[in-house]
């Protein structure tokens, strides 16, 4: 019996988007079948993404229904598809949030795969990793060092990634850097930057002290309230949390030439501003999705630092209640479904 056979013949778990606002069900599934350039990967852990928050409260426009959800996935191939051949079987892989680019597009030919017009995304429109196999393209796919091949590996193909893409957007001059929202990103992020001789100013939600606390554990300079005074100007701030609010926040206690960097991909209003809060070539920019350039650049950067993920985990058949935990902001670190 051939390797196809013994494993497309069977079943598999998965919880399952039906209706948008509405709980993940969980089903019994066929295992999918891996198209031609495609892998077929079972799942070692996925992880819990505000993003997964966003698609299924209708924030998210159009998703695939019904839709796996789930975009930080690690695990390993188990069947090829008929001409792929970047991977062998029982490679370790993570599979990251953009799953597909068209490579012939104006954003494709000039390096801005993120914004491809024909972009196809993880657990959002093609089925992710709540689920305990998954098939992705190939060419998507990240070679994983064997260090992260368990759950502390998963929050590293989107917070991590998302985060490190925020991170060069902030700029090279970003040596006093502000982070609004203490969470998944912000742990994994925190790490890089420190190895790399920064200073991180850590920002929460008014009166959370164990998120601040934990911010000073892992080697923030300072940690405090978002509507609290830095003791000095920062040179660039990234926001993790879907606040609007927080932009002008943020452009308040940023110098000259500092950029106010939006890591989310999706936010409340941004309240009007005085120009002067931008005046002195103050600039601020959404980070969308990733390229593969940046996967493979921050994979082999948290290898080196190398990044250590705090993670909570949840049985894949609890996705629900992970992804309340995520909803509440109470977790330290990040939210891993484990299969
Ligand atoms: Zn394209
Ligand atoms: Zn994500």
Redesign the pocket.
């Known amino acids: 019996m051939s390797t196809k056979q013994t494993i497309t013949d069977r079943t598999m778990s998965a919880m399952v988007m039906e209706v948008p606002g509405q709980p993940l069900r969980l089903k019994t599934i066929p295992i999918p079948v891996p198209a031609a350039r495609q892998v077929l990967v079972k799942i070692i852990a996925c992880?819990v993404?505000?993003?997964?928050l966003h698609i299924m409260d209708s924030e998210l426009a159009q998703p695939k229904l019904p839709l796996i959800p789930g975009?930080?996935i690690i695990g390993k191939i188990v069947q090829l598809g008929t001409t792929a051949s970047k991977f062998k079987i029982g490679d370790l892989v993570g599979i990251p949030?953009l799953a597909y680019t068209c490579g012939q597009c104006k954003y494709c030919r000039r390096e801005q795969e993120n914004l491809c017009e024909n972009a196809l995304f993880t657990g959002y429109t093609l089925d992710g990793g709540y689920a305990e196999y998954t098939v992705a393209f190939e060419d998507f796919c990240f070679s994983m060092p064997a260090r992260y091949g368990n759950p502390s590996g998963a929050p590293l193909l989107?917070?991590g990634l998302?985060g490190y893409r925020s991170y060069k957007m902030a700029g090279p001059h970003a040596d006093r850097l502000g982070i609004y929202g203490f969470g998944a990103a912000a742990h994994i992020l925190i790490q890089v930057a420190l190895h790399q001789g920064k200073k991180i100013y850590a920002f929460t939600k008014n009166g959370d002290r164990d998120a601040q606390l934990f911010a000073t554990a892992l080697g923030a300079e300072w940690s405090g309230d978002s509507t609290a005074s830095p003791p000095e100007l920062l040179d660039a701030a990234i926001i993790f949390a879907p606040v609007g609010s927080l932009v002008t926040q943020a452009l308040k206690y940023t110098d000259k030439g500092g950029s106010v960097v939006c890591g989310g991909?999706h936010m409340s209003d941004i309240p009007s501003f005085s120009y002067e809060l931008l005046w002195g070539e103050r600039m601020i920019r959404s980070v969308a999705n990733l390229t593969r350039k940046d996967g493979l650049e921050f994979i082999a950067l948290a290898s080196q630092v190398p990044v250590k993920t705090e993670t909570k985990l949840f049985p894949l058949h609890e996705a629900n209640e992970a992804l309340a935990a995520v909803r509440g902001g109470s977790v330290q670190g990040a939210v891993v479904l484990v299969m």
């Open positions: 992880g993404c505000r993003t997964d975009h930080e949030w989107c917070a998302i991909i």
